[in-house]
């Protein structure tokens, strides 16, 4: 990834310390460096994405059409289980922990009959949205990823 931004270091065989923005179309909107030993103001690079937004409404438009999550998301997981902790990370990594809800049916039985009830069966993860069922981890990831980065 480095490499195909230029922020590779041959010489130094590391990664330079860069910014990269990127609109929702993929187009490549601003590059820079402030070296490997450098440090980025956080206020500057806030202002910096205001500015190109401003200056590309069309891309930061499209960035809004993101598909929103429903009030109500409930991700239910399982203790334990590998495909509930891949969601579970991505729901955390893709900071949804506040559009998503968590339910963890190892540690709750009532929670446990309502999977069942809803799903029809006794698989986690599962996703509902507007009370429908999404049982497959690589699905609902996508999901997830689809409501937090529309690129």
Known sequence: MAQAYGAWLDKAGITDRATVL???????????????????????LAALCEEVN????????????????P??????????????????????????????ALVNVSEDPAAHAELVSLAGKDQAPCLVLDGQPMLESADIIARMVRAAAPV
């Open 54 to 69: 401003a200056a590309h409404p069309a891309a930061a438009a499209a960035a809004q059409g993101a598909e929103a999550l």
């Open 71 to 100: 009030a109500g998301s409930r991700l239910f997981i399982k203790s334990n289980c590998g495909a509930s902790r891949a969601a579970l990370l991505a729901r955390a990594n893709l900071h949804l922990e506040d559009a998503v």
């Open 22 to 44: 990127i609109d929702a179309g993929g187009t490549v909107r601003h590059a820079s460096s402030v070296g490997p030993g450098g440090e980025r103001v956080i206020a500057d």
